[in-house]
């Protein structure tokens, strides 16, 4: 649908809103407007305005700028220009506007764990709500598979939520590999030296000398990869092995402990319990 009402939209602009299905507002991540819009100067959008009251307006907003540079006012003041992409939580104050000719496919989306990604994404970076894809990545594409989706009438509801999904999955591991060929890159091979040192003593600075960088950086491409800091991941695989030698073995838990690499019993029994809701002896208990 040609936008042809709203200040500073040029009239070459679409727009198409989407009312989901019970079981889309249950289950699955969707979309309730979405848009490609042309921008000049004059466009300032408040939420304060009455179409920022309306139910398809009050969730979350994403941005892919295609040309041109989007500012954004809400906790902090931002632009996305040129790749970039902007997340926006609509339910707290907020402000969009431009200075000049600026191009952008857009969504606002809510639903299934939309509040949790969104959460977990700036947790990721920082608190920026401005992110730069990986050249790699298919955002553009997902959007204006949504956009033409709607255009169409031809999408469903499955199709736009794993497409949602899939973007949202990229802003929150942006260098996660996106086919199942395995390769050797930087984190594969730390991932294997951990595993074949799962059970000795392993730092952060150890793992990332094996593979040439600094333990900040490896620590940040680690994280962006797999979803785990570098101590997490191997605190949680140290714990899986335990669960193994718990249900298969007789062992003690102070054995166990030290065998999975803990120095100290009490420490083992800690974070198996945070872990997993269960102290070792419980759980051992539970699963014979």
């Known amino acids: ?18 009312t989901p ?9 969707y979309v309730t407007r979405v848009g490609h819009y042309y921008y000049d100067e004059r466009y300032n959008f408040l ?82 709500q401005t992110f730069t894809p990986p050249p790699d990545s298919r955002i553009e594409q997902e959007l204006a598979h949504i956009i033409s989706g709607l255009r169409s009438s031809c999408s469903s509801e499955v199709d736009c939520s794993q497409r949602i999904y899939r973007i949202l999955c990229t802003l929150l591991l942006p260098h996660a590999p996106t086919h199942t060929v395995a390769t050797d890159t930087t984190i594969t091979r730390a991932v294997r030296y951990i595993d074949e040192h799962l059970f000795e003593p392993l730092s952060v600075k150890q793992i990332a000398s094996t593979v040439h960088l600094s333990p900040s950086h490896f620590s940040r491409l ?17 714990i899986d092995e335990a669960k193994a030698l718990l249900q298969s073995t007789n ?13 100290s019993e009490v420490n083992f029994i800690i974070a198996f319990t945070d872990k997993t809701g269960l102290s070792p002896t419980l759980f051992r208990r539970n699963t014979l």
């Not at 006012?73 to 431009?98: M, N, W």
């Not at 962006?224 to 997490?232: A, C, I, N, Q, V």
């Open 1 to 18: 649908m040609k936008v042809t009402n709203e200040p500073g939209v040029l009239s070459r602009s679409e727009r198409f809103f989407y």
């Open 251 to 263: 062992l003690s838990v102070k054995e166990i402990a030290f065998r999975v690499g803990y120095h």
């Open 222 to 238: 680690f994280r962006s990869t797999t979803g785990f800091s570098p101590h997490e991941y191997i605190m949680l695989h140290r």
């Open 47 to 128: 939420d304060s305005c009455d179409v920022a009251k309306q139910e398809s307006q009050k969730n979350f907003f994403l941005a892919y700028v295609r040309a041109g540079t989007l500012y954004f006012q809400t906790t902090q003041i931002f632009s996305a220009e040129r790749g970039q992409v902007a997340l926006i939580d609509c339910h707290k104050p907020h402000r969009f506007y431009t200075t000049g000719s600026t191009e952008a496919m857009w969504m606002h989306f809510d639903g299934s764990n939309s509040a949790a990604f969104f959460q977990q994404i700036l947790a990721f970076r920082g608190g920026r």
């Open 21 to 29: 299905s019970t079981t889309a507002r249950s289950l699955f991540f």
